[in-house]
């Protein structure tokens, strides 16, 4: 059992109020569900009929297979592949809501616009499509028909996002393995049918669809969600502004958007701006909005918005007492929050057709009636803000400098400050000189099994010390910021020599006056896309593939299905890719071997699972090193 | 002295108590690790069914001891520090009489030796009983007995509520 809960300072600071307070919190709860079911956390329990449940004796005593004849092997795979393709549709979802944002925007149907169009023209290059003489509604109508089409494709046609976006290299892989998606609906429906009983029985072949998954995430769901937000909002810019709960200002109506998707954060914010006067009027001095996961991500990049806390808190933001609301969308949000708010004044607001919370007020948002709706919501905070409790508010004083909004396009231009020919040329060559050993990407969640943030900091501090650039984007970002690593004081003070003078040449190139961070934010979990644009822009300059390149991708304190489809997918691209949970899939010695070390031979990247920091860093650094050698770079 | 006592109305049959019981009798006490030793390890408690009803069920240390009495290496013998009924793996010759006279069942074989095992109440975890701490639904209590018996009388109690 773990000692400490968290390693975020303001978090410890508010745990014993969060106990005093009567509060009951997700660790709380952790330790009341101990010990968790032996079947379950091996994978080797099975619920997909009513014969069921079964499960497998992982000591081989008792039943080797489930009452229809599923193996350990099989029982694994099929639940494997029903967790990675939840995770793939949930991004699909989220994907499909901004094609369409886009497509009304385009029409003049809703009140959202194409803030973009220099990336609007690079997307619609990349789709083959005539840019010149049109208008960029009618561009953007163009984008938007390419994007239905693929979810509209009857035919065997691969995934033309997949296909405009991904290194031709892993799509010839791809397709010798029969794993191109078609149609990401279609994919996401034969899935969920090849799991039903009495359906697949080959555990390769399950993995390989699980595979398959993992692209329809990456190109149908990510990428098509970046690209369809930096459209609408812009593509980010590099941005400087304060990470945790310290953000919380005492004489403002604080109102915390929380969620994934952009559509109603940013009207939020842009109404909390217009309505500044109201909430002075009822006393305030004035409005702050600051964000929790990845709704806090999408507008921390796009306008400076604060980071409050990351998934784990979020309950613990409440616990503060100065939350005067909290509007939530999609993904990640705990049933318990109401239940937590109720002890305070704060408002939960539900906004979304398909996350409604009891004990929650829920404001219906629509993309018609989105500015409507954000209205009423910082209106009602503002109202919520003169029920505020002066006695119950408690707000720590921690929070530190950030640095975020590295796009493709910002990381590239400020690159292109020492390059302006080939902005690629001084990482690479960097990366090529070992100056820089290799890049990191730290993505994924909190996980109540991990005290909150320790693998995060603990792995990227150890990398950081052995010049690795590393990158980060949803929870993992968050942490990162909390802890200090993204600011210029954290390269001072975590970056190995060599990768400080990087950092330090690019950022006085750059106009900075200081070294640029050692961890780069990259975004929300959907713009994991940009880390594979990255990847896949390295690749390209060098003229290799993705898999042979010094690149690594780590979840270490991993939760969500997404994180799953989200690893998958960076498998696919021939990345290492480490989990600091165990995932339920050791009850198969034959899966486990098969996704550890087997899937490397087949395609090139293979999970890496290891819960202590010290450990997977010295890992990652192997399969670092390892590349280099191949690639004859030196060590 | 505190008893492995089972409320049987409360068991799920989810034999989480079987899974936490071979743990607790494996080398490295880790669900994780101990599925890939090299000899399985051993459970020694047993959820039972008859349809209506399941009952995870383990050795009773019962006084009459006709495990102790038919052995005949002296292998089941009394721990007079614990008082526990408890087998010496070494002295075991297998000859499967305490199988038989066990009126539970709940001695078993180790298969790869072919000498027997039963509950040793967690002898390596400071007799701290890995079933009790597993069971979900807390159907397994490590308890005095008038403790147990006394949350018994409470509950009917209860149930006498609206009779009178």
Same mark, same amino acid.
């Given at each position: 059992m773990k000692s400490q809960k968290s390693i975020d300072p303001a978090v410890l600071e508010l745990l014993p109020k969060a106990a005093l307070d009567g509060v009951e919190t997700v660790w709380d709860r952790h330790a009341a569900q101990q010990p968790q079911c032996g079947f379950?956390?091996?994978g080797v329990c099975c619920r997909h009929c009513l014969q069921g449940p079964c499960r497998i004796d992982p000591f081989g005593n008792g039943p080797k297979t489930g009452i229809c004849g599923a193996s350990a092997d099989v029982i694994v795979t099929r639940n494997l592949?029903?967790?990675?393709?939840?995770?793939?549709?949930?991004?699909?979802?989220?994907?499909?809501?901004v094609?369409?944002?886009?497509?009304?925007?385009?029409?003049?149907?809703?009140?959202?616009?194409?803030?973009?169009?220099?990336?609007?023209?690079?997307?619609?290059?990349?789709?083959?499509?005539?840019?010149t003489g049109k208008s960029k509604e009618e561009l953007a109508l163009e984008v938007v028909e390419v994007a239905y089409a693929d979810i509209a494709n009857?035919?065997?046609?691969?995934?033309?996002?997949?296909?405009?976006n991904a290194p031709k290299e892993r799509i010839a892989v791809w397709a010798s393995l029969g794993i191109l998606p078609r149609n990401p609906d279609r994919e996401i429906r034969e899935a969920m049918h090849q799991v039903t009983m009495g359906m697949d029985a080959d555990p390769v072949n399950l993995v390989l669809a699980t595979a398959k998954q993992g692209l329809v995430d990456g190109y149908s769901g990510l990428k098509l969600a970046t690209d369809m937000q930096d459209i609408l909002f812009g593509t980010p810019t590099p941005v400087v502004t304060e990470a945790n709960l310290g953000v919380l200002k005492e004489d403002h109506v604080n109102l915390i958007v929380h969620g994934h998707v952009p559509l109603l954060s940013e009207k939020i914010v842009y109404w909390a701006d217009k309505l500044q006067e109201e909430a002075r009027l009822a006393g305030a001095q004035g409005i702050l909005v600051s964000g929790i996961c990845c709704s806090g991500n999408e507008v921390l990049m796009r306008k400076g918005i604060p980071l409050v806390t990351n998934f784990l808190a979020q309950e613990?933001?409440?616990?503060?007492?100065?939350?005067?609301?909290?509007?939530v969308d999609v993904q990640c949000i705990m049933p318990s929050l109401a239940k937590v708010a109720a002890c305070y004044h704060t408002e939960i607001f539900t906004t979304m057709p398909i996350v409604k919370i009891p004990g929650a007020t829920h404001i219906p948002f629509t993309l018609e009636n989105a500015d409507e709706a954000a209205q009423e919501i910082v209106r009602k905070s503002i109202a919520s803000y003169g029920r505020r409790d002066p006695k119950k508010v408690q707000i720590p004083n921690y929070k530190r400098k950030i640095m975020a909004g590295f796009s493709v396009e910002a990381i590239i231009?400020?690159?292109?400050?020492?390059?302006?020919?080939?902005? $690629? @040329?001084?990482?690479?060559?960097?990366?090529?000189? =070992?100056?820089?050993?290799?890049?990191? !990407?730290?993505? +994924?969640?909190? %996980?109540?099994?991990?005290?909150?943030?320790?693998?995060?900091?603990?792995?990227?501090?150890?990398? $950081? @010390?052995?010049?690795?650039?590393?990158?980060?984007? =949803?929870?993992?970002?968050?942490?990162? !910021?909390?802890? +200090?690593?993204? %600011?210029?004081?954290?390269?001072?003070?975590?970056?190995?020599?060599?990768?400080?003078?990087?950092?330090?040449?690019?950022?006085?190139?750059?106009?900075?006056g200081a070294p640029l961070p050692p961890v780069l934010h990259m975004g929300s979990c959907v713009d994991n896309s940009r880390i594979g644009d990255l990847v896949t822009a390295i690749a390209d300059y060098l003229n290799v593939d993705t898999a042979l390149l010094p690149v690594a991708a780590s979840a270490p304190e991993p939760q969500h299905d997404k994180a799953l489809s989200i690893g998958t997918w960076a498998v696919t691209m021939g990345i290492t890719t480490h989990l600091g949970v165990v995932p339920p899939v050791l009850g198969s010695k034959a899966v486990t071997e098969l996704l550890?070390?087997?899937l490397s031979d087949v395609i090139g990247g293979k999970f890496y699972i290891e819960t202590d920091a010290k450990l997977a860093a010295e890992g990652l650094l192997e399969d670092i090193r390892a590349k280099r050698k191949k690639l004859g770079l030196p060590n | 002295?505190?008893?492995?006592?089972?409320?049987?109305?409360?068991?799920?049959?989810?034999?989480?108590?079987?899974?936490?019981?071979?743990?607790?009798?494996?080398?490295?006490?880790?669900?994780?690790?101990?599925?890939?030793?090299?000899?399985?390890?051993?459970?020694?408690?047993?959820?039972e069914s008859n349809g209506d009803l399941n009952f995870p069920l383990q050795c009773r240390q019962c006084l009459d001891s006709p495990c102790v009495h038919a052995c005949m290496s002296g292998a089941i013998q009394y721990d007079l520090k614990t008082g526990l009924i408890q087998v010496d793996e070494q002295k075991c010759v297998g000859c499967l009489m305490c199988v038989m006279v066990c009126p539970f069942g709940a001695i078993c074989e180790i298969p790869d030796t072919h000498r027997v095992a039963k509950c040793d109440r967690c002898k390596d975890l400071d007799y701290d009983p890995a079933c009790v701490a597993a069971c979900p639904t807390k159907a397994l209590e490590f308890v005095e007995v008038r403790e147990f018996t006394h949350s018994g009388r409470q509950t009917f109690l209860d149930q006498m509520k609206g009779v009178n």
């Open positions: 379950g956390s091996l592949l029903m967790h990675v393709t939840t995770g793939a549709a949930a991004h699909v979802d989220h994907a499909y809501e094609v369409e944002a886009l497509e009304l925007a385009a029409k003049g149907e809703i009140n959202y616009n194409i803030v973009d169009e220099k990336k609007l023209q690079q997307v619609a290059k990349r789709l083959g499509l005539e840019i009857h035919g065997k046609k691969p995934v033309q996002w997949l296909m405009a613990i933001a409440i616990v503060t007492g100065a939350i005067d609301a909290m509007v231009g400020a690159l292109s400050t020492v390059d302006p020919v080939q902005p $690629l @040329k001084p990482l690479i060559d960097n990366i090529v000189n =070992g100056n820089i050993l290799g890049v990191v !990407a730290t993505v +994924g969640c909190n %996980n109540v099994k991990v005290t909150q943030d320790i693998l995060h900091v603990e792995l990227v501090k150890e990398l $950081l @010390k052995n010049n690795v650039l590393v990158v980060a984007t =949803g929870c993992s970002a968050h942490a990162l !910021a909390k802890a +200090g690593l993204m %600011n210029s004081e954290g390269t001072e003070t975590y970056a190995g020599e060599s990768l400080k003078a990087v950092l330090t040449a690019i950022g006085q190139a750059a106009g900075l550890t070390k087997g | 002295m505190r008893q492995i006592l089972a409320r049987s109305e409360h068991c799920l049959g989810c034999k989480s108590c079987e899974l936490a019981c071979a743990v607790a009798h494996s080398n490295s006490k880790t669900l994780y690790e101990a599925i890939n030793e090299l000899k399985p390890p051993q459970k020694r408690i047993f959820v």
